[in-house]
């Protein structure tokens, strides 16, 4: 949980204990207790119903870490998730019990440089779901600040209230590139983020989006969500020049924002490749840590490259999105499961396996 929390502990008379999937080991997830912490003032305790699978979450359980954070101790895993509120705090306005929430699972200081400049995203002291040493939401209820818990419409389930953490990382990757009307896009990756970015680039008004993978698939799910064009690409390195004239022929005219959902030398290298004079470079996967890519011909272009991290107040658009039907996240959650320990083990098995796994849900 955001808010800290222990593992074994007792409960009130009368209450049920606290469950919680526990990453203790590579490959090894158990269910075991987990003890609240207090509610403070302005905290919410929110009963979990739906929790999906990133690919952070695969990646923790396969190496007990993630790019630099490191699984050091037993952790809770998940943060995609969405519950309804049991009990609020005591200067809480905003939520009552029984409401339905998503929730924005990093908690900044809100005192630092950034935090005040707006891009509480970067926060050195950042508390988010499942990133060491914070506990995470795949459990039957957590602790939350209220204003991180956003009260979902009658018309938007709580597995779509989940899907906003996704959806969120394609949305800020959108603002990041300012992508609107006039911005013609490709994207490099049809895995769940590239798939929500897509989503979300039709939403901001890109009249043309051409999709890049590597599976058949992903693919077809890809085009069937409103990709324009799709092109299958290798794995080679050596075959960037000509799979940048393939994606020219399906774009039609400039690529003018690339967004890099992979982050491997070979999709970052396309992306520099394809992408027009003067276009822009957002790179949103983090597939390598370092890469070799030809920077410099990118640069005599002034092709931009923008980074993005996580990201920052998209839940009240992204909710929006999803209440008017502008994006539909529904055919993307492909598998759910329920909290047992064989179907939490199944589920990310599943997850891990790809193949015809896109998003992978818990209904608690």
Not at 3 to 15: A, I, P, V
Not at 108 to 117: A, F, I, T, V
Request: proline share 5%; charged share 25%.
């Amino acid at each position: 949980m955001g808010k800290g929390g222990m593992s074994h502990g007792e409960t009130k008379d009368g209450e049920d204990e606290n469950m919680a999937a526990w990453l203790l080991g590579v490959n090894t997830l158990k269910i075991q207790p987990f003890k609240l912490p207090s509610l403070g003032p302005q905290d919410v305790r929110v009963r979990m119903k739906a929790v999906g699978i990133c690919g952070s979450d695969v990646h923790y359980l396969k190496t007990m870490r993630c790019a630099h954070f490191v699984v050091k101790e037993p952790m809770v895993i998940g943060h995609e998730c969405a519950g309804i509120v049991e009990e609020v705090g005591s200067e809480v306005k905003s939520l009552v019990p029984g409401d339905r929430v998503a929730l924005e699972p990093g908690i900044s200081c809100w005192r630092c440089d950034l935090c005040k400049e707006g891009r509480y995203n970067l926060c050195p002291d950042m508390k988010f779901f499942a990133t060491p040493p914070v506990h995470g939401s795949l459990a039957n209820q957590v602790v939350h600040p209220a204003d991180l818990c956003f009260k979902l419409p009658d018309d938007v389930s709580l597995e779509e209230g989940a899907m906003c953490e996704p959806l969120s990382v394609g949305v800020h990757a959108c603002r990041r590139a300012n992508t609107g009307p006039e911005t013609n896009v490709l994207v490099m990756g049809a895995g769940p983020i590239g798939l929500v970015t897509l989503l979300a680039a039709r939403a901001f008004g890109a009249p043309r989006i051409v999709i890049v993978d590597v599976d058949d698939y992903r693919l077809s799910v890809a085009k069937d969500l409103g990709a324009d064009e799709i092109v299958k690409v290798s794995t080679n390195l050596q075959d960037v020049d000509q799979e940048v004239v393939l994606i020219h022929q399906a774009m039609g005219t400039g690529v003018d924002v690339t967004f890099d959902c992979a982050g491997f030398d070979k999709t970052m290298s396309t992306a520099l490749s394809a992408t027009r004079p003067g276009g822009k470079v957002c790179l949103v996967g983090m597939g390598h840590n370092e890469m070799t890519v030809p920077l410099t011909p990118a640069a005599a272009r002034e092709v931009d490259v923008i980074g993005v991290f996580r990201y920052k107040n998209t839940w009240p658009l992204c909710i929006e999105f999803l209440r008017s039907g502008k994006i539909d996240v529904k055919p993307l959650i492909t598998h759910r499961f329920g909290f047992s320990q064989k179907e939490v083990e199944e589920a990310f098995e599943t997850s891990a396996r790809g193949s015809t796994a896109i998003k992978v849900m818990f209904n608690l």
